[in-house]
């Protein structure tokens, strides 16, 4: 039969483990600071790519003659494809 003194002695050292994962993550949860600048990080390189897709575009349509924005649109919509793969790479991570 087991001895109760063993039981117990790997109870608490359970319970102390236990305790120690617990402060450590207490301790290691991210600041609003920190979250706020993750979140900032995201939308800037998700709308980056759509602002460059729009000037390009812009630039583009302006070389050619008469009313056109086909550039444009296109190139934003390029730009949202090409956000949205940098955004799934970087939470990826």
Known sequence: ???????DSKLKKSVKLSIHKMEK???ERPTLLAQTVYLGTLGFIFILPVIMGAYLGVWLDSKLTGFSFS?????IIVGVFIGAINVYLFIKE
């Open 25 to 27: 993550a207490d301790k």
């Open 71 to 75: 550039w444009t649109l296109n190139l």
């Open 1 to 7: 039969m087991m001895k109760p003194e063993n039981t």
